[in-house]
């Protein structure tokens, strides 16, 4: 497909572990003729000092990294082939970079996001989003989680204001519907499926984000994270919790939206596949 700019989200669960796994994601889909132009990562796991730069540069990519120790970190690696000649380099690349959520005190580093221009497009903004886990709905972390999610959501309303070509791309620990968990029943009541999390889902749909993936039409049980334990991914039990919204403005240029299974057949994977959204700007 010509004149695609491919959007894609991964949560690497480590990039000290799995950056051959990334570098090579990124070189199988460029053989394929498939590139992709951004990638956003979540749970890099490790501070900036450590985030690996010249790897990337080395693949062709360019990168903005937001990370911490031990937990979280989020990033943004663009195609430098892609990129407009004026944003070939690092430093004009990222325009109004924001790191975390502007008024929300949080040491968890969660959100990246910068408006970037690839060649012969309009500027888009992109943002990286690592969303909580809440652990539990009867947890103080399910708490932090709803107040993490309607900080969200007011931080959006004014940058979807600003910036009308937007993604919100990454691993929202929310799985929206039924059709997007193993066995619903079994989860009913517990955390990534409840009424809150699912409503302030909703929530983030009703500000014009629209999910990339249901735009099409998808094989029944598509999902993008599955349980290390009890085989989890040869049972295909899993949810598909990582997602790729666009605003108004980029949902009708999206001609595809997929995950892509691959990576999580190979050797030491992360749990979560990556998902990507094509388009045709």
Known sequence: MTDVTRIAAWNVNS????LPQVLRWLESQEKAHTPIDALCLQELKLTDDKYPHAEFEAAGYISLAAGQKTYNGVAILLRRAA???IAADSDTAFIKTVRNIPGFEDEQQRTLAATVCFKGKQPMRLISAYFPNGQSPDSDKFQYKLAWLNALHAWLKTELNSHPRLALLGDFNIAPEDRDVHEPAKWVGQNLVSPEERGAFQDL???????SFRMFEQAPKAFS??????????????MRIDHVLLSEALKECCVASRIDKEPRTWEQPSDHAPVIADLSL
């Open 83 to 85: 990129l407009a000649s």
């Open 225 to 238: 994270w599955w349980d290390y334990r009890m085989m989890g991914f040869r049972r295909n039990a899993g």
């Open 15 to 18: 990039i000290k572990v799995r």
């Open 205 to 211: 749909i009703q500000l014009g984000l629209t999910d």
